[in-house]
């Protein structure tokens, strides 16, 4: 049962002019629980009424049917709403208990199609603590909205095209050996890349020489084909390496090579509404009437862009997927660039242009610096998902030498504390990471939401895990009802991190619920024999089944024991 649905339905008899969307939507959750557990404010019926906020308040509450709450009261300008909280929690545990995976789910989505666009690592490059962002939030988000019924396509859209890899030949050309390539094949890349870069001032001719690979590739030479296919071959092979650590799988792999087969129709049609100008011999689409810089289409020597590419990859999408929404889960900087590509398409004359959203995120620093694979500064992603698992696995042989299972577990927890990290901070804000901060047991980080969960099992273990059966659950105690208020709310938090493409609301709600939980624990004797101990059992198991729901969602995984 929805309770604010309770409390709108109650308001609907004293303001019958008034939509039950505009009544939810006034409906509030007071920060001080002394204030009961929603609010209606009155102020906004005072200019209409003309009478004080107080005196509608005592109007309207006189108006209630108070059956269904433990009592309805004014406080002010307020109507303060107690729900029943033997009844209400009652049916938020049934609720859990009968369907514990779908629990919070709503349709939101109606089986529409989205497009997931994240990861999208560049070939021949490490991939970085960088990349953690754009691939946990768009897994995560991916993860949010199929909990709201929408059908997700994840696509790697892959860096494997562009002048950088003509840079990376010419590198290889002049100073490259096979032999150290296959023996370590992406940081010996990265040094050919970081070294070209570095001496590109010095010799100007570098960059020239780097220009002439790519034009090579995109005629199809032969030499500049096999390059590229085996560079694009063993990078995958070691982001795939990260994406098993990280649990997150991939629908399609199509980069930007694959589009760049696909860009003679937007040119053409770019050509045929008379949209491309000539701008210094390069060719343009012009933006003013966007206030957007306008983008270039093609450069002077004839070759195509990034946005010529993501012209065809947004075409092609459409038609394969036939998307309601899609989505790309890249950086802050990139928001003007966006911008253009959606005016670019709406210019073109696509009615879908505005299914194109871009999901931003702040940047990652490490220890305070910033990183750059230009510069090779590089922190590699891999390096520090293992160093994460290595400090897991101390800390758990300290607190649990007998455990069972402690490499598996020092994975689940290593791995799942680096991205809860990242995810419990709002996407559009800049991270800084350090490990040392990361793998606790306690503050606001994913250890101590994963403990209290294993904590709830092992209770339960205690008890050799009852069943709930014809169980009163309104038997559970007034102790567990700010617990009972917080898996009330799972619902309606998975829904605002579906709306706002932001995992950290589910962060924050998983670090609430655990801090709930273990001070309900902290203070209650829940295996003490009286006729309420199978309803706080049942609590109990509801906990550990939300919790675990919570951390799925950020591609977290839930140990039983730690």
Known sequence: MDEKQQVVDALKLALPDMTEEDLADKVERPKDNKN?????????????????????????????????????????????????????????????????????????????????DYSSPNI?????????????????????????????????????????????????????????????????????????????????????????????????????????????????ERFQRVYDMLDVHFDSFHGEAFSAQKMEEPIQLLRDKNLLKLSRGAQIVDLDKYNLVPPLIIKSNGTTTYITRDLATALFRKRMYGHVKSLYVVGAEQENYYKQLKAVLKEMGFSWWDQLEH??????????????????????????????????????TQKNPSLKNPEEVAKMVGIGAVVFHDLKNDRRNSVDFRLEDVVKFEGETGPYVQYARARAMSILRKENNPSFDDVDLSQVGVA???????????????????????????????????KDFNQYYAHTRILVDDEGKLARLALVQAVAEVLKSALALLGVKAPDEM
Not at 59 to 88: C, R, S, T
Not at 205 to 234: C, M, P, Q, S, V
Not at 372 to 384: A, C, F, H, I, Q
Not at 496 to 509: G, Q, T
């Open 36 to 116: 009961g557990d929603y609010a209606f404010p009155t102020f906004f019926l005072a200019k209409t009424l003309h009478k004080a906020p107080q005196a509608i308040a005592q109007e309207l509450v006189e108006k209630i049917d108070q059956a269904n709450f433990e009592k309805v009261v004014v406080a002010g300008p307020y109507i303060n709403f107690y729900l029943n909280k033997a009844k209400v929690g009652a049916e938020i545990l049934k609720a859990i208990l009968a369907d514990p995976e779908n629990y919070g789910s709503k349709d939101l989505g109606h089986y529409g199609n989205v497009t997931i």
């Open 124 to 236: 021949a490059k490490p991939m970085s603590m960088g990349h953690l962002r754009s691939t946990m939030i768009g897994e995560s988000i991916g993860r949010i909205l199929e909990k709201e019924n929408y059908r997700v396509v994840r696509i790697d859209y892959l860096g494997d095209w562009g002048t950088q890899f003509g840079k990376l030949m010419a590198a290889y050309k002049m100073w490259g050996n096979e032999e150290d390539v296959k023996k370590d094949p992406i940081n010996t890349l990265l040094n050919y890349y970081v070294r070209i870069n570095t001496e590109a001032d010095e010799h100007p001719e570098y960059t020239e020489a780097g220009r002439d690979w790519f034009a090579k590739l995109e005629h199809g030479d032969e030499e500049a084909w096999r390059l590229w296919k085996w560079f694009r071959e063993i990078s995958l």
């Open 359 to 396: 999901i931003s995120f702040g940047l990652m620093s490490f220890g305070g610096k910033k990183m750059s694979t230009r510069k090779g500064n590089v922190v590699s992603l891999e390096d520090v998902l293992n160093d994460s698992v290595k400090l897991a696995r101390e800390q758990i």
């Open 480 to 514: 567990a009802w700010p617990v009972l208020k917080q898996l009330g709310k799972f619902g309606e938090t998975i829904q605002r991190a579906a709306e706002n493409y932001d995992p950290s609301i589910v962060a924050k709600y998983a670090l609430a619920l655990a």
